[in-house]
């Protein structure tokens, strides 16, 4: 008989987490011929001009400069550079390693991204197809792909809605009448006890403590040559947001692997306990 695999998490934050820059900064902003710096101060102007959330002020500033430069703003362009966008070393075989590993544990590992970049971006990276579900800032298309406005602007206060989501099983963003309805602990798809969330910085402080409060775990990444990176995941370590820090390297063997696969490891031996509660009769 197949053993039933019981479901786990992993949610990760991507600029900084699985990325080293920001995704805007590897096709879209070079084909503006800007630096990624002459970029991020006119959105940041114009976050402060209109009072606007700074995603929904970047998006903006993506339209607004590529119309001055007749520079097509469309889904499938996104996607396009998302081919382009850099990702940490390990990630080609990361999916494939952490989900055997899993099995052997007897859980099915899933993936998700949470990020306030661009989901069409997201889509069009070589690891897309590794995640059950992507979560990030989207705009709405016309009929012919072009994009005309921001649909979903994926800040740091509302990335932990996603984490219900998951929890819930609710993954359509549009569903609003079954995220809030009311679920018993025992029918949720995900508790929070089996999920993991990476991320890098302060943005990922409100993901962190939705599951620390209700025994979940977090590990933070970190850039080594980049001292302002380093001293993020430090702090996220030392007021116990994070269980573990480690280089934002995910080959076989190092760090991060062996703390996630540790945390895999608990995750696997607390459900076999309460399974094994749940069938203590006298």
């Not at 403590?209 to 933070?220: C, P």
Request: glycine letters at 8%.
């Amino acid at each position: 008989m197949t053993r039933r695999l019981i479901p786990m998490a992993i949610c990760y934050d991507f600029d900084g987490t699985l990325s080293p820059g920001n995704m805007q900064e590897y096709g879209f902003v070079k084909q503006l011929g800007m630096t990624a710096g002459e970029f991020w101060k006119r959105s940041n102007t114009l976050a402060k001009q209109v009072g606007a959330d700074h995603i929904l002020a970047y998006m903006s500033q993506m339209r607004i400069e590529a119309a001055a430069r007749g520079i097509p703003f469309q889904k499938k362009k996104f996607k396009e550079y998302g081919r382009d966008v850099q990702l940490f070393p390990g990630l080609d075989t990361w999916f494939k390693r952490i989900n055997a590993y899993g099995r052997k544990k007897g859980l099915a590992v899933e993936h998700y991204i949470i990020s306030s970049g661009l989901k069409e971006i997201l889509e069009g990276m070589p690891i897309a197809k590794s995640f059950k579900a992507i979560f990030a800032s989207s705009f709405i298309y016309d009929a012919k792909g072009n994009a005309i406005w921001p649909a979903l602007a994926v800040n740091y206060t509302n990335k932990t809605q996603f984490l219900f989501r998951i929890n819930k099983g609710c993954l359509d963003v549009g569903d609003n009448r079954n995220i809030n309805r009311r679920i018993p602990e025992s029918e949720k798809h995900m508790p929070f006890s089996r999920m993991i969330y990476i991320g890098d910085g302060e943005t990922d402080v409100p993901c962190m403590l939705t599951l620390k409060n209700d025994g979940g775990h977090s590990v933070a990444v970190y850039q080594e040559k980049i001292p302002d990176s380093c001293e993020n995941a430090q702090l996220l370590l030392d007021d116990g947001r994070a269980d573990f820090a480690a280089p934002a390297d995910y080959r076989e063997g190092k760090p991060v692997e062996t703390y996630v696969k540790a945390l895999i490891d608990k995750i696997a031996a607390d459900t076999h306990i309460q399974i094994l509660k749940k069938k203590t009769v006298i």
